[in-house]
């Protein structure tokens, strides 16, 4: 073959094809034809193992106990802000646009609002970290980790969607799945959602989330509460206020985060 005519780097073959190589899986070095992805995928640890963090897990919580009445899209939103304002950020070298879960590149949040049963029998028995029988796609977790999980684990007792959901299925049904033979697996649906969603970007970039805010407090001016539909929608639009808000403050903290990186770099 000749040598001219064959390239085995990956090439860009549109201006914003700026994620991975094209038609490349690990065959080369360098994954990408940018050197800035490079550089980032340089950094970041090639493994699907990872390690358990609680934080995310111990703010929901501390939410849901401090709006234990209001209804559940209430609490779902106090969750999410209460996440959102107080879990660690970071900024990491040669990133564009930045944005984390509150946690590193390669650990796992836990979600005690769809179970924790689950997880903590994997800690308790041996099942999460590394083992003879799990050599891969294995989680590292800390003692304190796994004890601030079991505190929590009593509050969520009937009120998370295991709890909702098992209850509801046949012996046989139990017997099929991942808690039987596991003829079909639905812990995903389970425990930890879904998560298949179509977010509408472009309004987001239109508006930003004070514009969407500002579009919801007029939705809630125009309610009218003597209508029980109306009180149902006034306290959807309340959460969605709530997260806006949260979303706006979690936004500052990266502005904020990263105007100190640039000052610190620049004196």
């Given at each position: 073959?000749?040598?001219?005519?064959?390239?085995?780097?990956?090439?860009?073959?549109e201006?914003?094809d700026?994620?991975?190589?094209v038609?490349?899986?690990?065959?080369?070095?360098?994954t990408s034809?940018?050197p800035?992805?490079n550089r980032?995928?340089?950094?970041?640890?090639r493994?699907?193992?990872?390690?358990v963090?609680?934080?995310?897990?111990?703010?929901?919580?501390?939410?849901?106990?401090?709006?234990?009445?209001?209804p559940?899209?209430?609490?779902?939103a106090?969750g999410?802000?209460?996440?959102?304002?107080?879990?660690?950020i970071?900024?990491?070298?040669?990133?564009?646009?930045?944005?984390?879960?509150?946690?590193?590149k390669?650990?796992?949040?836990?979600?005690?609002?769809?179970g924790?049963?689950?997880?903590?029998?994997?800690?308790?028995?041996?099942?999460?970290?590394?083992?003879?029988?799990?050599?891969h796609?294995?989680?590292?977790?800390?003692?304190?980790?796994?004890?601030?999980?079991?505190?929590?684990?009593?509050?969520w007792r009937g009120?998370?969607?295991?709890?909702?959901?098992?209850?509801?299925?046949?012996?046989?049904?139990?017997?099929?799945?991942?808690?039987?033979?596991?003829?079909?697996?639905a812990?995903?649906?389970?425990?930890?959602?879904?998560g298949?969603?179509?977010?509408?970007?472009e309004?987001?970039f239109?508006?930003?989330?004070?514009?969407?805010?500002k579009?919801i407090?007029?939705?809630?001016?125009?309610?009218?509460?003597?209508?029980?539909?109306d009180?149902k929608?006034?306290?959807?639009?309340?959460?969605?206020v709530i997260?806006?808000?949260?979303a706006?403050?979690y936004?500052?903290?990266?502005y904020?985060?990263?105007?100190?990186?640039?000052?610190?770099?620049?004196?």
């Amino acid at each position: 073959m000749d040598e001219k005519r064959f390239n085995p780097e990956p090439c860009a073959i549109e201006s914003f094809d700026k994620e991975w190589g094209v038609g490349v899986s690990g065959m080369v070095d360098n994954t990408s034809p940018f050197p800035r992805i490079n550089r980032i995928l340089s950094k970041t640890q090639r493994t699907t193992n990872g390690v358990v963090v609680p934080e995310r897990a111990l703010l929901v919580t501390e939410a849901y106990q401090k709006h234990v009445g209001a209804p559940q899209v209430v609490k779902c939103a106090e969750g999410v802000s209460n996440m959102l304002r107080n879990v660690p950020i970071a900024i990491y070298p040669d990133e564009l646009v930045v944005g984390n879960l509150g946690c590193d590149k390669k650990a796992a949040l836990v979600f005690p609002e769809f179970g924790l049963n689950w997880i903590l029998d994997e800690m308790e028995n041996g099942l999460l970290d590394y083992s003879d029988n799990r050599t891969h796609d294995y989680f590292k977790f800390s003692k304190e980790t796994q004890c601030s999980l079991s505190d929590i684990k009593d509050f969520w007792r009937g009120q998370c969607i295991e709890d909702a959901v098992v209850p509801m299925l046949t012996d046989e049904e139990i017997k099929g799945s991942h808690m039987g033979k596991g003829v079909f697996l639905a812990p995903s649906y389970i425990y930890s959602g879904a998560g298949h969603l179509g977010i509408n970007y472009e309004k987001i970039f239109k508006l930003g989330f004070t514009g969407i805010k500002k579009q919801i407090e007029e939705k809630i001016a125009g309610l009218d509460l003597s209508l029980p539909e109306d009180i149902k929608k006034k306290y959807f639009y309340g959460a969605a206020v709530i997260a806006c808000e949260a979303a706006i403050e979690y936004i500052m903290r990266f502005y904020t985060a990263g105007a100190d990186d640039v000052g610190s770099r620049t004196k």
